[in-house]
């Protein structure tokens, strides 16, 4: 117990003194996620909201895979792009094995599906509401994607917080491509499972709380911005 | 809520007087029109000429077929059979001439300025051009003080003036109307019909459906009564109103209920109560 709580005074210790490796790796951590996030959100909005709004043949597939796809196991993901980049793989000339760009490419593929299929959710609703306007007024394809994006903005900003939750949390995708490389590649889950193993557990836990206040924060912001947006516009 | 105090008293503003000019797409010809959901009939076997220069007011009961009659008009849902077709020289661009306001206001989330750009921009006009016809529809339609307001917080009688605005500010041969003031209260009926009638007089083709009988009467040049998915009486406003022909007609002008059957109601005494003897 006392091994217990001096860990939790340590950790503390650590994050109040904030000492360089710790920055760094959180610096790492949300550098890779938000890009990725980015990268996903850039895919994500307009797929999700074109698949919302358009009826082609095959549509329906496309939705339960991007569904079931919300679901892809980390591990999973970082084993295909492992395979994708490493040497004897179709991309291997790049030599992106074990850097931070292979990190962001799993988690942009890991979170990607998860912005589209809830961007296409919330935005099929809205289009209920407003298609036969739309169809109406002669607005054109590519118009009514960007105002459906925009008119949903409260609720896309939740759904890309959920996909920057997700991404900043999952550790088995980063630890196969990123090789949790000390000073490389080594981001804030990676670090809480390697310490964990080796028992250095006021730095896994310092990490641990800041991931978990990283999460609160990101909640708290989704929370606040839907409450705003719903009573300004109703 | 005073909703009528700054409605279209609205001096010196331009509107877009079409009066004189020649239709471009009307007029609309509906040739044996049936439309059907899941094998039930809606519309059936519509025969009839929409012209321009008279507003046309759809009556009927609720479940008539006067808000499909309106969506098959405004090309919003195809026909199953017959035929449908605007004969004006831009008969083949009608969808550019026409605009419509339902029953419920579909308002953007945004402000009430942007719902008006949203709806010209769609029509390809700079933003100069958008600018001034903006204003000038706020103005007409006493919105000017809600310009920068979210749309969707205004009441339900601002948000359909606003609606109304956005589809007039179109310029619209025809504008379609799906009972407009079916939610408002007296007040915003009345602010919502004044805007109607300067709507009218600058000569733009009315077809609004309503099952208010005082509304047909204040608005209608011509009425078609729909029953059960027939048009059953398309005659002068002052004819249907004096001597409507059909029977149906005359029963809903005067306030009956319209039974699947016609069957007569059974006086109160005629009930039996529970615990009666």
């Known amino acids: ?66 569904n079931a796809l919300m679901g892809l196991p980390p591990v999973v993901v970082g084993l295909i792009v492992y395979l994708l980049l490493s040497r004897s793989g179709p991309l ?72 920057f939750g997700r991404a900043s949390a999952e550790v088995g995708a980063v630890m196969i491509v990123g090789g949790n490389i000390d000073h490389v590649t080594r981001v804030m889950t ?45 | 809520m005073d909703e009528s105090r700054d409605s279209s008293a609205n001096k010196g503003i331009r509107l877009n007087q079409n009066q004189t000019t020649e239709p471009n797409i009307l007029p609309l010809v509906l040739d044996n029109v049936s439309y059907e959901v899941n094998g039930m009939r809606l519309i059936k076997e519509m025969t009839l000429a929409l012209k321009s220069g008279s507003s046309t007011i759809i009556l009927g009961p609720n479940g ?20 449908l077709s605007w004969q004006g020289p831009s008969g083949d661009n009608a969808s550019f001439y026409q605009a419509m306001v339902f029953q419920r206001p579909v308002m953007l989330r945004r402000s009430v300025t942007a719902n008006l750009h949203f709806g010209l921009k769609s029509r390809g006009l700079s933003r100069t051009e958008r600018n001034q ?29 606003l609606a109304l605005a956005r589809a007039w500010s179109l310029k619209p041969e025809v504008l379609f109307l799906d009972e407009p003031t079916a939610n408002l209260d007296p007040a915003a009926t009345h602010s919502l019909e004044e805007i109607i ?31 059960r998915g027939r048009l059953l009486e398309k005659a002068p406003a002052d004819k249907f109103f004096e001597a409507p022909q059909n029977d149906l007609a005359e029963a809903f002008l005067k306030g009956e209920l319209l039974w699947w059957h016609r069957q007569e109601l059974k006086p109160p005494s005629e009930i039996k109560h529970r615990g009666d003897q």
């Open chain 2, 133 to 161: 016809i903006t204003e000038d529809m706020l103005q007409i339609t006493g919105l000017t003080r809600l310009a920068k307001t979210p749309a969707r917080s205004l009441s339900i009688g601002e948000q359909q003036r």
């Open chain 2, 64 to 83: 008539a077929g006067k808000s499909m009659l309106l969506r098959l008009c405004h090309g919003l849902i195809k026909p199953n059979d017959g035929t």
């Open chain 1, 190 to 234: 990676t670090t809480i499972a390697l310490e964990t193993s080796k028992g250095n557990l006021a730095l896994a836990l310092g990490l641990g709380i800041i991931l978990l206040c990283l999460a609160l924060g990101v909640n708290a912001a989704a929370f606040l911005i839907n409450e705003a947006a719903v009573k300004r516009h109703g």
């Open chain 1, 92 to 163: 291997g000339t790049l030599g992106l094995l074990f850097t931070p760009t292979a990190m962001i490419i799993a988690q942009t593929i890991l979170i990607t599906p998860i912005i589209a299929a809830l961007t296409r959710q919330s935005t099929d609703t809205l289009w209920k509401e407003y298609s036969e306007q739309f169809r109406s007024l002669g607005t054109r394809p590519d118009e009514t994607v960007i105002a459906l994006l925009w008119d949903n903005r409260f609720s896309l900003v939740t759904t890309i917080l959920a996909g």
């Open chain 2, 197 to 227: 009638g300067t709507i009218k007089a600058t000569g733009t083709k009315i077809v609004m459906s309503t099952h208010d009988l005082g509304q047909a009467k204040r608005l209608a040049d011509e009425v078609l009564f729909l029953y």
């Open chain 1, 1 to 66: 117990m006392s091994d217990f709580s001096e860990a939790f005074a340590a950790a503390f210790a650590l994050i109040i003194s904030f000492e360089s490796s710790l920055a760094e790796i959180v610096g790492l951590s949300l550098q890779i996620s938000l890009i990725a996030v980015l990268l996903a959100s850039l895919i994500g909005l307009p797929l999700g909201a074109a698949l919302a709004v358009f009826r082609f043949p095959g549509r329906l597939t496309l939705v339960v895979i991007l």
